[in-house]
C-alpha cells in the first residue's frame, strides 16, 4: 500500500479535525524552554483536547490564557477540561481577537490556519519581544530565537529566511540533510514524546526518518543529489516486510 492508504487505515481521532495530543511531559519541558512565568498571557491555537493551558497555570501560575479550537467538539471539550479557572477564554475563531496582550503563542498544528494571515496579524499585533512557540519547525519562514529540537522559539521582532536552506542553518545548524541527519532528527523527536512502545521505536523512527529525507530530496535541501543507498535500503525493506511503498512521495520539482 502507499503511504495515503497506511493513512487511511489509522483510526479516524488519529487523522482527523487536527487533533494532536501532545503528552503532559512534553509540554512541561516546553513551557520550561520558553521560559513561561506568571508574567505571560499564553494563546494556544488549535488547543483541543491537550493540557497545555492547565499546566501552564498550575505549574507557572500564568496571567491570562485563551485557547482557539474552531472544531465543536473540540471547543466544547477544552472548555471543560479548563471551566475551573477563571482566566481562560475558549474561542471558535482568532481573526476578531486582538492579539496585543499576548506574550506566548503556542503553536504545535496549523490545521485550519492561513498561516500568511496569522503572520500578518501577529506582526501588526504582538508587541515587541513577544514569544512564538512551535514543535520541529518555526511558523512560515521565521527564523527562530532559540532551538532545542524538536522544540523552536522565534521571538519578535521577527526574523525571516528567504530560502529553506538558510532556516534549515537556524533550525539544524547545516544547510542541508543527510540521511543519517533526517535518522537522528526522527529518533529524537520520538523520544521527546516517549509515546512509542519500546518494540515498535525502530519502525516508526525508520517510516519518519525516510518521510523526513523524502521531503527534503523533494525540496531539494537534501544533501545527497542521488537517492542514496541506505534509503534504497529502507523502501524495500518497508515495502517488502510492512507492504509499505513511498515511492509515490518523491516529488522533485
Not at 496549523?110 to 514543535?135: M, P, Q, R, S, W
Request: charged fraction near 20%.
Amino acid at each position: 500500500m502507499n503511504i495515503e492508504e497506511l493513512i487511511s487505515l489509522l483510526p479516524s481521532s488519529v487523522t482527523q479535525d487536527g487533533d494532536i495530543i501532545i503528552p503532559d511531559h512534553v509540554w512541561k519541558r516546553f513551557f520550561q524552554f520558553l521560559n513561561l512565568n506568571k508574567n505571560d498571557v499564553l494563546v494556544h491555537f488549535n488547543c483541543g483536547k491537550n493540557n497545555a493551558i492547565k499546566i501552564a497555570i498550575t505549574d507557572h501560575s500564568i496571567k491570562k490564557a485563551i485557547g482557539f479550537e474552531c472544531n465543536k467538539n473540540l471547543k466544547t471539550y477544552a472548555e471543560k477540561n479548563t471551566k475551573d479557572f477563571q482566566q481562560v477564554s475558549i474561542l471558535s475563531s482568532f481573526k476578531k481577537y486582538d492579539l496585543s496582550d499576548a506574550t506566548i503563542i503556542l503553536i504545535t498544528s496549523v490545521h485550519n490556519i492561513d498561516t500568511d494571515y496569522l503572520i500578518n496579524k501577529l506582526e501588526k499585533e504582538l508587541g515587541i519581544n513577544a514569544k512564538i512557540g512551535t514543535f520541529w519547525a518555526p511558523l512560515g519562514n521565521m527564523l527562530p530565537q532559540k532551538v532545542n529540537f524538536p522544540f523552536i522559539l522565534s521571538q519578535k521582532p521577527f526574523k525571516y529566511s528567504d530560502n529553506i536552506r538558510d532556516q534549515i542553518q537556524y533550525i539544524y545548524g547545516t544547510r542541508c540533510i543527510d540521511f543519517t541527519a533526517s535518522w537522528l532528527l526522527s529518533e529524537k523527536y520520538i523520544k521527546t514524546f516517549e509515546t512509542i512502545p519500546s518494540g515498535q521505536l525502530r519502525f516508526v523512527n525508520m517510516l519518519m526518518s525516510m518521510i523526513v529525507w523524502i521531503n527534503a530530496w523533494n525540496l531539494n535541501v537534501a544533501c545527497e543529489e542521488e537517492i542514496p543507498p541506505p534509503v534504497q535500503t529502507y523502501l524495500g525493506i518497508l515495502k517488502t516486510f510492512f507492504n509499505i511503498d513511498l515511492t509515490n512521495l518523491f516529488n522533485r520539482k
